[in-house]
């Protein structure tokens, strides 16, 4: 390939960086490894202090922008040693500036994009060339507002690129296999389900515990499968006899069934001679219970419900306690917890560095390699880079990302139904003779 092929960016002479959401192990090595590809180009790297909080808020005579208080100017000594260290070395928070834009026309109202315009307007007054966006699902919405606000500005005003590097460990990303931190995140996890199915055996007792995944049921599946629970239950298993009935339009989560189907666990296994287990539930089960149960919690700048405040988990394991013994006549300790924060900033997978790592190097490729706009980095098979446009990842009318579900019936999913225990009453997957645990 000629060097004119491979240089199609060279324009590119200072990118922005910028991490938002929550924070994701391996952040570092996303972080480092794009750096130091622009830096030993001899271009300049940017980056943002605590996601958007600052670039929004920026006003040329108000709120200006400083060295070390709103952002650093990476060197390579910053960088040295970063790649496998925890947490996030400019920050993150959940700041919102596409917040009140719901459809591509209000790209064009002064009232909607205030707080964008001031984004737009601080990286343009900083002479940022390329914007490197990492982060979710809104973040990669906010990296779009920005993509195509400025498609709506007069052809003579200034432009940066935008490309964006997906994160979350809940791994329920379109347009990419694996996403940076989830292995970290299951492995933490499931540790931690090791040890009270250990407490479990020990004292003859449950626990059921919340794990993180808000849409998708990726991270508590992985968690109950290296963990070695005996069930698990996300939003996608909410079918059939776990729908409230009257809600099958818009399904909502019959807490009675859900309480009904672990006792049918409790006692089947106590059947079989063992009196303990684990049970994982995914957090996004609180946001599919009834709305008179969420309507009055809290919500983050994005909409989204405030999980933790419900703590399903404990909820559920009260719930079982008591049906258990109305049904049996027998008391069990059952004992509801939530697991996640202590997994966000944990040292990262060795796999989860060579994904981040390749993901900021692609960051660097998409821009100057491939003169991309407007594109998230992926990473598909055996680490291979590829580029997809933002268009097949946006949905036109609402502007919004699609999460990314478990199949019902895939092998993934069928991979976790097999090896949980097998009650009387649930029948309808895998055949095939197991040692039970």
Known sequence: MSTAQTRKGDHVKRVGMIFSGGPAPAANAVISAAAISFLEDGREVIGFFHGYSNLQD????????????????????DLSGLRNSRGIVIGTARANPGKGIDKLEDLK???????????YNALVDLEIDALISIGGD????????????QRTLPKEAR???????????????????????????????????????ADAIATSSYFIVETMG??????????????????????????????LPGTEADPRLSLD???????????????????????????????????????DLPRDEHGHLSLARIDIGKLVAERVTKRLAEKSGRKKKVTGLQLGY???????????????????????RALVEENHDGHMVSVIGQLELSYVPFKEL????????????????????????????????????????????
């Not at 109202?109 to 707080?115: G, L, P, S, Y």
């Not at 998708?216 to 006899?241: C, F, H, P, Q």
Request: charge should be neutral; hydrophobic fraction near 35%.
């Open 58 to 77: 920026y006003h040329p005579v108000t709120h200006r922008l400083l060295p070390d208080e709103h952002y650093r100017i990476f060197t390579d000594k």
């Open 109 to 119: 109202d002064q009232a909607k994009t205030e707080r964008l315009r001031n984004v």
């Open 138 to 149: 809104d973040t990669l919405k906010t990296a779009n507002f920005l993509y195509e606000y």
């Open 159 to 197: 432009r940066f690129q935008v490309v964006h590097l997906p994160k979350t460990i809940d791994n329920d990303y379109r347009g990419i296999d694996f996403t940076f931190g989830f292995f970290t995140a299951v492995d933490v996890m499931a540790k931690e389900i090791q040890n009270l199915r």
């Open 214 to 243: 808000r849409k998708a049921g990726w991270l508590s599946y992985g968690v109950a499968i290296a963990g070695e629970a005996n069930l698990v239950l996300a939003g996608e298993d909410v079918t059939g006899a776990l729908v």
């Open 257 to 295: 069934a859900l309480v009904e189907r672990i006792v049918d666990l409790i006692i089947t296994r106590e059947r079989r001679g063992k009196h303990y287990g684990t049970v994982v539930l995914a957090e996004g089960l609180s946001e599919m219970l009834p709305d008179s149960q969420i309507k």
């Open 342 to 364: 202590e997994s966000r900033c944990a040292p990262p997978h060795a796999f989860d560095v060579m994904l981040g790592s390749q993901l900021g190097i692609g960051a660097y």
């Open 394 to 437: 946006i949905n036109p009318q609402t502007m919004k990302t699609e999460v990314r579900l478990i199949e019902s019936g895939s092998d993934y999913h069928r991979l976790a139904r097999f090896l949980e225990t097998r009650t009387d009453k649930i029948t309808d997957w895998s055949p095939g003779r197991r040692q039970e645990r």
